[in-house]
């Protein structure tokens, strides 16, 4: 038998993110599959939002269709409001999050719920399996005070949306995980914020690819003695090991660090619909036009 090495995990590539817009004209800032060619198995697509401006998001996003995948807002300012046609009615406030599973489908808005100041946060898409994409949809809404936060003694504080941080001996799992709710991607979303010049480290799966965004200070990624700088507002690729090492510079740092299994399976992707297959994505948009992306007994 081999002996057990942890092996920390090097920056593999840097992804920065470009300004678009998406919805009615809100305007973000994509990394993750900002291109095909920037997906990270089962990671799709990553956009940050984040102004002072109600100009850049007041128009919002009118209803709209998702099929094969899941969506998770984050907020970290402003108040959003999820509407669908299950008749589900979301209020996102500051440091909450929406873990929507679209499946065969969903129909959904998401409209700004203030008509000024300052509205921050990210959605990610994280794919679903081939044999989970035409599971029915789901919905959940996680209010702020809902999220374990972590402040360890040297000043980190560790807010844990999804899968477990392990610090000191101690395991704490945010309100998604595998024990909770079976995910064949079983994702880590971890949101820390590391004062200057400190250090964090968490537990990896070796198997699994992981990604850091930073969106205040910047950061380096340490392994093997090396230390690889990440700029503010780019996505981190990180490479193979259990582990990851992060050093905040000489501001204080704030990034989401991000980790699944991948799917390793065929991605065809058309907009909002996201099947292994062009037919399955043909069949998605006739099941729009006909009402059947959402009809639960078809
Ligand atoms: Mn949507």
Redesign the pocket.
């Known amino acids: 038998m081999n002996s057990v090495k942890i092996q920390s995990r090097a920056l593999k590539q840097v992804i920065p993110s470009l300004a678009t817009s998406d ?1 009615a004209g809100v305007k973000l800032r994509r990394s993750i599959g900002a291109h095909a060619s920037l997906r990270l198995d089962p990671f799709l697509m990553l956009d940050e939002f984040g102004t002072d401006n109600p100009g850049d998001y007041i128009a919002g ?1 009118p209803p ?3 099929r094969g995948f899941e ?1 998770v ?1 984050y907020m970290l300012d402003g108040r959003m409001q999820h509407r669908d046609h299950l008749g589900n009615v979301g209020d996102l406030g500051p440091g909450s999050v929406q873990w ?1 599973t ?1 499946g065969r489908g ?1 129909i ?3 409209m700004p719920l203030q008509e000024s100041g300052r509205m921050r946060g990210f ?1 990610l898409w994280i794919n679903l399996a081939a044999r989970e994409k035409m599971k029915p949809a789901e919905y959940r809404d996680i209010p702020a005070a809902d999220l374990p936060l972590i402040t360890l003694d040297d000043g980190t504080q560790v807010k844990v949306i999804a899968g477990t941080f392990a610090h000191a001996g101690q395991d704490t799992s945010g309100p998604i995980n595998s024990a909770c709710r079976r995910m064949t991607t079983d994702p880590l979303f971890l949101d820390v914020q590391l004062p200057a010049g400190v250090t964090f480290s968490q537990t990896i799966a070796q198997d699994h690819n992981a990604f850091l965004y930073v969106y205040e200070g910047d950061v380096a990624v340490v392994a093997d003695g090396r230390r690889q700088s990440l700029p503010t507002q780019a996505a981190g690729v990180l490479a193979e090991g259990d582990r990851v090492e992060i050093v905040a510079g000489k501001q204080a740092a704030r990034f989401i660090l991000l980790a699944a299994r991948p799917l390793r399976e065929p991605v065809v992707q058309h907009g ?1 619909f996201v099947m292994n297959s062009r037919e399955e994505i043909e069949q998605a948009m006739r099941d729009y036009q006909t009402g059947a992306l959402t009809d639960a007994a078809a």
Do not use: L, R
């Open positions: 919805g996003f709209h269709p998702h969506t807002t929507m679209a969903v959904h808005s998401e959605q909002p």
